[in-house]
């Protein structure tokens, strides 16, 4: 069974597109982030998390989530995890993640899609975006042999600086960066609620039409790229970007 998160839709393309070649359902970890429940699910066949990467590890959120959450059946546990670039040393949190909860941590997929994290980076246009997903599928067309074979993914090579982002930048990033401050709505907002709909921690609520930030925040940028009047920005880090959003279809 395949579990995800994802916000602009990268790791929903890559579960969409496993869940097609192994036939398995691909769960949606939306509603019970929102509702900050635990998933109760059962699968005979291995489980396989997909979710994208933050600061160079699983984002927190759904790490707490998995946690919290009871899977039963198949002990085999593969990550699917979509980067701009590279996981960092990830796949050590993930090891203790499946030792904490008795599953048999059997490796991890790094797949490159579209940067979406334009608070820092800028995020690529409907053309580079397209040939970038594409690009992604024989690694995932890689991963779904291996999982179908059951075999564990290979190691990952890591590095001091791998080490270093996972770790101590990993944690400065959630304690000095995420925040919500300087989140804001320009003119062009229609008072269309979609922001607070999308939001997957309903961190969002409406004031008048207008959307405030609370402090439960995971920068997982729903608001700002799926805005339909591209009314909000970050400060100025997010001005004349441009707003990406994975195709839907994974065929």
Same mark, same amino acid.
């Given at each position: ?13 890559? @579960? ?12 949606? =970890? ?11 699910? =059962? ?8 979710? %994208? ?10 790490? @707490? ?10 002990? $085999?546990?593969?990550?699917?995890? *979509? ?38 980076? /800028? ?28 075999? $564990? ?11 270093? /982002? ?15 401050? /300087? ?12 922001? $607070?709909?999308?939001? %997957?921690?309903?961190? !969002? ?5 207008? %959307? ?11 608001? !700002? ?5 591209? @009314? ?5 880090? *997010? ?13």
């Amino acid at each position: 069974m395949i579990v995800y998160f994802s916000a602009t839709g990268n790791s929903r393309y890559c @579960a969409s597109y496993l869940s097609r070649r192994l036939g398995d359902p691909a769960v949606d =970890s939306t509603e019970a982030l929102r509702r900050q429940e635990a998933l109760t699910l =059962s699968s005979q066949q291995p489980w396989v998390f997909v979710c %994208p990467t933050y600061a160079w590890q699983i984002p927190r959120v759904f790490a @707490a989530l998995l946690r919290r959450s009871t899977f039963t059946g198949s002990r $085999a546990a593969y990550f699917v995890m *979509t980067c701009g670039g590279e996981t960092g040393n990830a796949q050590a949190g993930l090891r203790d993640l499946c030792r904490e909860k008795g599953l048999t941590y059997q490796g991890l997929f790094p797949i490159v899609m579209p940067d979406n994290y334009l608070v820092l980076f /800028k995020t690529p246009g409907p053309r580079e975006a397209r040939e970038l997903v594409m690009a992604a599928r024989p690694r995932l067309e890689e991963a779904a042999r291996a999982i179908q074979r059951g075999e $564990a993914a290979p190691p990952l090579p890591v590095k001091l600086l791998d080490r270093v /982002k996972s770790g101590p930048v990993n944690e400065g990033m959630y304690r000095y960066f995420i925040r919500t401050k /300087k989140f804001r709505v320009t003119d062009q907002c229609i008072h269309c609620g979609v922001c $607070a709909e999308v939001c %997957p921690l309903t961190n !969002i609520r409406l004031e008048n039409g207008t %959307p405030r930030w609370g402090g439960r925040c995971t920068h997982c940028m729903a608001c !700002i790229s799926r805005c339909p009047r591209e @009314a909000i920005e970050y400060g100025a880090s *997010t001005r004349g970007k441009v707003r990406y959003r994975c195709p839907d279809d994974p065929a």
